[in-house]
């Protein structure tokens, strides 16, 4: 079957590439050794005997916790995204259409200027405050859109989240003229990166993440209702109310987590879910996993070129995603929609 | 559930319904009892609760008082599933957000018989290509949807409706927006779809809301007339569709009314 086929390749084709970005880099270590580096140190496995420290070290604290952080944080968008475009029956709709960006970009930025330092603070304490201005600001759209009642609200849901968005993005604009000397490090996460990631705060994000994103890419059933309007998914015997309420909340905790480790990293979200519906159709039980897979494939090559060229990875996304959703509306003007 | 199809059991059903939206009452004191088999017509003026009768019958919205039955259960009782795999409800206007192939669209129609995460399974696709091949649009199948026409759209949406596998197949104006000709093709469609037997081993129930009283006239043997939240008449085309009725209901002149 044609699905299975390419959700197979992709995986394959994700591996591969994740491979070689463990050993690409200003020390360019060869796919097997990294493949025996991983399996000494994770697996105790007794392979690969003459391998240095260093090439040990290079790849287990600094490489593969960047490549394991892309290919979560490229997940986690790109299923969002696809579970957004679904449920809101909008083809424009990505991770942060409830206002997850803006809600987490001013949570950052207050973080920055809180003088607090100690243990705690310094593992995640940006990284919590964005995960929390997320949440606040989508459990806002979430109450004043009515999230969960009927097939008019859709349109409301949009408007509140791109009102409530503009709203927070004028508070980040406040903070920002009085951050002073943090204005550098608040714009880093706003152009969004996978710089300095380590275990620990991996760990933290990657956790949600897989668990949200997993649960999400299983809720295609009632996603593939949602695309007939609500009234429809009803006749086909799906509880409306219900299942919007958990995608909702999937997508919400599994985009928080993703730019709390990330930062604000645009375009995977919204291009990816596309590329998967040209390649299976639009169904979101094919769509989901694939575009999790994407995602992960497309952040995690965008980071290689990222960190090869010494630039934030929301940069090098936005460079690809804004020509190729140009391409998509091109396409459609065609003749092809979206 | 298997019944003897010579005894007449009830498949939907309505006992003093009342449905009030937003404090307002739609629907007052309605009772009716359709069977298996039958070709049941909806008609009435527009704001009559036409389509607000078919909701409550297919459980889209709740009953303030009184109870809906179907498959001989008060539908309050069944979960959304049972009654997705009991009645399906096909719409007049099915819109996408992205391109959808026909087969991908009808294969939807398997939803309420699916489990888990798992797209359409072989069996679904077989369905769902019985089901376009009997609404006669096998040529249409890879055909994205949003590139229909009207009448080919609808020929879609009813195929989507088979492909549920239900006793009970509701549509909500099916006619609207066509031509004469395709007009006459879903009403021919619909007459033919009603001598088939289902899964429940009856034979298919046809319930459809119309505004042409022509095609209502030729291919059906109750029609139930709505006006002003009310059952006004329920009976044959001959006994409903009469002059003094149709001008009270629209609120036409009589000699008008007697050409229709």
Known sequence: MRVRRVTLLSLAALVVVAIGAVGFGVANIA?????????????????????????????????????????????????????????????????????????????????????????????????LAAFIGALASVALVWRIAGIGSGEERIASVLLVGYAVASLLAAALSLVMLASGANLRAIFGFLLGGLDGVTW?????????????????ARRGRALAAFLLGDEAAT???????????????????????????????????????????????????????LSAIGGALLLLLADTVARTIGVPVGVITALIGAPFLLWLLHRARAGYAL | ????????????????????????????????????????????????????????????????????????????????ETIARSI??????????????????????????????????????????????????????????????????????????????????????????????????????LTSLAGDETIMKTKRTIVAIFHELDIVRDGFSRVILVSNGTIAADGTPAEVLTAERISGAWGIPLERAARL
């Open chain 1, 31 to 127: 796919p097997l050794d990294v493949l025996a580096i991983i399996g000494k140190s994770l697996f105790g496995l007794p392979v690969g005997g003459e391998l240095s420290a260093g090439s040990t070290a290079i790849v287990m604290e600094i490489r593969l916790p960047r490549i394991v952080a892309a290919i979560a944080v490229g997940a986690a968008l790109a299923t969002s995204g696809a579970a957004f475009q679904s449920l809101l029956r909008n083809p424009l709709a990505d991770p942060y259409v409830l206002g997850t960006s803006s809600g987490a970009a001013l949570g950052a930025a207050i973080a920055f200027l809180v003088p607090i330092t100690g243990i705690a603070w310094e593992l995640g304490g940006v990284q």
């Open chain 1, 200 to 216: 620990p705060r991996l760990a933290a994000a990657a956790l949600p993440i897989a668990i949200a994103t997993l649960l999400l």
């Open chain 1, 235 to 289: 006749h086909l015997g799906i509880d409306v109310r219900r299942e919007r309420r958990i995608a909702v909340a999937l997508a919400t905790l599994a985009t928080a987590s993703a730019v709390a480790l990330a930062g604000l990293v645009g375009f995977v979200g919204l291009v990816v879910p596309h590329l998967a519906r040209l390649a299976v159709g639009s169904d979101p039980r094919a769509v989901l996993p």
């Open chain 2, 1 to 80: 559930m298997r019944v003897n199809e010579t005894a007449p059991y009830e498949l939907l059903g309505a006992r003093n319904l009342q449905v009030d939206l937003g404090g307002a009452p739609i629907l007052r004191h309605v009772s009716l009892s359709i069977g298996p088999g039958e070709r049941v017509a909806i008609v009435g003026p527009n704001g009559a609760g036409k389509t607000t009768l078919m909701r409550a019958l297919s459980g889209a919205v709740p009953a303030t008082s009184g109870e809906v039955i179907l498959c001989t259960e008060p539908i309050q009782r069944l979960s959304r």
């Open chain 2, 88 to 189: 399906a409800v096909v719409s007049s206007d099915i819109t996408l957000p992205f391109a959808t192939r026909v087969e991908d669209l009808v294969a939807l129609g398997r939803i309420p018989h699916g489990r888990g995460p798992a797209g359409p399974t072989a069996h679904d696709r077989e369905r769902a290509t019985a089901a376009i091949e009997r609404v006669g649009a096998t040529y249409l199948q890879h055909r994205d949807v949003r590139t229909l026409s009207a009448g080919e759209r609808q020929l879609a949406a009813i195929a989507l409706g088979l492909a549920q596998e239900t006793p009970i197949l509701a549509l909500d104006e099916p006619t609207a927006h066509l031509d004469l000709r395709h007009r006459m093709e879903i009403a021919d469609l």
